[in-house]
Nanobody, 121 residues
């Protein structure tokens, strides 16, 4: 069983940067993708970014491309989401996930509890 713990959320202002971390309790399969998703109030959870543990291929939602960067530290079993030029519409609970889905939520096997990011205007 893999547990994922997100951290790094908080309240920031428009244009600020924030880095989220997702620490896995155990070594996740190197065939997995690690993904970040977010859910804003009253909206469905949506894909943000994903990275493959071994191949290091990255994927981004169009809404964050050029502003967010996903990266990983294999030695620490940790994935990061560096968020820059934050906008109020980035306000959401951000979830980390591990699995095989890239953008497909149903294909992810493990989920973290989420961390709140609030961007004030």
């Amino acid at each position: 069983q893999v547990q994922l713990v997100e951290s790094g959320g908080g309240l920031v202002q428009t244009g600020d940067s924030l880095r989220l971390s997702c620490a896995a309790s155990a070594r996740t399969s190197r065939s997995y993708y690690m993904g970040w998703f977010r859910q804003a109030p009253g909206k469905e959870r949506e894909f943000v970014a994903a990275i493959h543990w071994s191949a290091s291929r990255t994927f981004y939602a169009d809404s964050v491309k050029g502003r967010f960067t996903i990266s990983k530290d294999n030695s620490k079993n940790t994935v990061y989401l560096q968020m820059s030029s934050l906008k109020p519409e980035d306000t959401a609970v951000y979830y980390c996930a591990a699995g095989g889905g890239v953008t497909v939520q149903a294909a992810y096997d493990y989920w973290g509890q989420g961390t709140q990011v609030t961007v004030s205007s």
